[in-house]
DNA sequence: TCAAAATACTACCGATCGGTCGTTTGTAAA
DNA sequence: TTTACAAACGACCGATCGGTAGTATTTTGA
């Protein structure tokens, strides 16, 4: 007895990330978890509920795999080290859960869409942290965005290619446009 | 009377994009284009079916796009031209049906899987006839491949935060990192 | 003109969807 | 040992899912 909510919620993210928002359901996490579906119900009032809380704790961890042991570091192995904590589990798992459920959730499932929003802002803001003692803000801006295109792109070429070296070629290319970004402001 | 089949797919790739594959059902696109569901069965044997038809569309619109008027121009204005037809209907219509699918699809669906991967697999070899004469065609295949991931990530941006100007920008940095290639290569 | 082929219809199937009902079980404080 | 409450349960809801059987209507070609 007794699920933990922990567990319910890294099943559900492992449920997202292999069939999406509107593919994954309730009954199938349920029965992963070893809950009758009224059960689920108990712990999360619905199936919306759940993505606000998946988001959390891949933003939670993603941000500690980007923080760890980084302090006093050079700009760029901290920016690297970043750019490779939210690359992480993608290639992987051959499908980014952030970017599933960008493209699952819609205007009937409002928070769940804030949820993502809120979730790609903080990552976004957190690449432009590092990225603005070194450069004006307006380019970091530039810069982290497109890093982060550039990352949630490649796992187009992991899905479907299965070609797990795009992955790394994204990360470095993006801490290269960082560095060139550098240069290009002195 | 009498529904094209060309409707019909037209339809249903609306369907793919806003919904994704799991999202869209058949009750739904029978009723936007006027037809009750069993009719629909008629001229599609089942769902899967409507994916290879949609792409198949998708991509020779994109293609047409690419050639048209680029005859005799340099392989630079010829290759930004293309990767504008790929980025297309990207940023309009803040979803793409492409990478919408990719995700989508799964091993319960392989029809639909393969021609996802057909799909993608020509786009990536239109670019690289594009690039290989004026580079190496490995180089070639890289260049392209992050092209692709490029413009696809940004319909993240697109969709999440309305950010249409990322998909310009990964346009012209796409287009930057193809010359930059050239000039390493001599 | 007339029959066959194509197209569309009504009506239905079993399965599953998200979600809720009333009830029982386990656990921990009083 | 009683009490109280979260947690889990079986059974069920109306709606919708993908898909099909049988029939009517339209289009077409000889």
Known sequence: MKVTRGEIVAAA??????????GASMQD????????????????????????????????????QAEAGTSGAP????????????AGNLAERKRC???????????????AKEAVRNFFQTLREHLIALLSPVMSSDRAALVASDALARIEGATLLVAVFDD?????????????????AVQKAR
Chains 1, 2 share one sequence.
């Open 13 to 22: 993210r492992e449920q997202f990330r292999e069939k999406g928002y509107a």
């Open 75 to 86: 700009w760029q192995i901290t920016y690297e080290k970043a750019l490779r904590a939210i």
């Open 29 to 64: 996490l349920a029965d992963r978890i070893g809950l009758k579906k009224a059960s689920l119900y108990m712990r999360f009032s619905n199936k919306e509920a759940l993505v606000p809380e998946v988001l959390e704790v891949l933003l939670q961890e993603t941000l500690s």
């Open 164 to 180: 797990k070296a795009a992955m790394e070629r994204a990360v470095q290319a993006s801490r290269r446009d960082a560095d060139a």
């Open 97 to 111: 859960v952030g970017l599933h459920l960008a493209y699952g959730v819609s205007d009937e499932t409002p928070a």
